[in-house]
């Protein structure tokens, strides 16, 4: 029960962390919660695409029970919710993720033919941009992180200042998908491909007790063998629709063969074997789950919450309403376990105080 007062590690670590000035720095250290002081706590919220929706409604039933967080550190879609809810604007991201049909996640795609990514991600960062123009990770309430990898070294980047939306943005770049962002003349790319859920960020802001949230299922690439899932058939499928209203509205000169081939690269055949979105989705999935895993037994959190969405696809952002009820069913359960956690801390912090 001591590993919540074990000292957070520093920032600029073996892995190569960094602030968000991309220099070297370390970290506060995490001190004992005194007498009388209520321990704090972090929340990681961790990567998982579409299925992040899963913690806007972990978030209502916190906010229900009274349990606010201290400090907040997230990647991918994790940074993406927890940097809105810091800014206090939880509910305009509920909003934006109810409105979201497949038509609209289709409009928000802009098909890119250069850089680094299939879509340019333009839209998304433009509309971010304007929901949090003014606000800065530095001015939140709540001390926050997000996560980001530099993708020409793979060192681990946290973004904990500058404009809140360029940081979000940054790291929910999922590679291959969106084009990567320049910060401070780095490009960064999605932080799950070193820290997919940041129980280690928490612990280095201060937190004495870390709450994770883990919203891919710890079931889905267990064993040797791999099933056949939904994520890279919808997926393709929503990227070859994609493809095609673009040649269709002459964006492609009208050519018809540079878009069925472009289709049949991108759609899993019965036997061609896999298209290449569902190789390049599947295989970060893979790497994501192995490096969470890794992570999280080297510094396990104290509270870990599993959300089990394996009926969910990486782009089904379309079914939020579903996906932030299960996140309300998984906090009410485990609730008790968190406000355990948080009682035991003080009476050990006390005693150890007296001591």
């Known amino acids: 029960m001591m590993s919540f007062m074990r000292k957070a590690q520093s920032m600029w670590n073996d892995e190569s962390g960094a602030a968000a000035s991309l220099a070297p720095a370390r970290a506060p250290v995490a001190t004992p919660a005194g007498p009388g002081r209520r321990p704090k706590i972090g929340l990681a919220l961790g990567a998982g695409a579409a299925r992040g929706w899963c913690h806007i409604g972990i978030l209502r039933e916190f906010e229900a029970a009274g349990l606010k967080p201290d400090i907040i550190a997230g990647t991918s879609i994790g940074a993406l919710v927890g940097g809105c809810y810091a800014a206090g604007e939880l509910d305009a991201v509920e909003r934006f993720s109810l409105s979201l049909s497949r038509r609209r ?81 780095r490009w960064l790319f999605d932080g799950a491909l070193v820290n997919p859920i940041p129980v280690s960020v928490c612990r280095a802001l201060g937190a004495d007790i870390v709450i994770a949230v883990n919203v891919v299922s710890d079931s889905m690439f267990r064993g040797t063998v791999i099933g056949d899932r939904n994520i890279g058939d919808e997926t393709t499928d929503v990227l070859a629709k994609k493809v095609e209203d673009v040649a269709g509205r002459g964006w492609l000169g009208g050519v018809a063969s540079p878009t069925a081939l472009i289709k049949r690269r991108l759609r899993r055949g019965a036997h061609d074997g896999p298209g290449v979105a569902s190789v390049m989705l599947d295989a ?49 359960r485990r609730l008790p376990d968190i406000l355990e956690h948080a009682s035991m801390s003080k009476a050990v912090e006390r005693s150890v105080t007296t001591a």
């Open 105 to 185: 996640v289709l409009s928000l795609l802009d098909l890119s033919f250069s850089g680094g990514g299939i879509f340019s991600g333009v839209r998304l960062r433009e509309m971010l941009e304007a929901a949090l123009i003014g606000k800065t990770v530095e001015g939140l309430s709540i001390p926050f992180a997000a996560v980001a990898t530099e993708i020409s070294t793979g060192h681990e980047i946290w973004l904990r200042s500058g404009p809140l939306a360029r940081a979000l943005n940054a790291s929910y770049a999922l590679p291959g998908l969106l084009e990567p962002l320049n910060v401070d003349g």
């Open 284 to 332: 970060f999935s893979i790497t994501q789950d192995r490096i969470a895993r890794s992570r999280l037994a080297g510094d396990p959190p104290d509270v870990l919450i599993n959300a089990r969405l394996e009926k969910f696809g990486l782009f089904d952002f379309h079914r939020a309403a579903e996906m932030i009820e299960i996140g309300r069913e998984i906090a009410r």
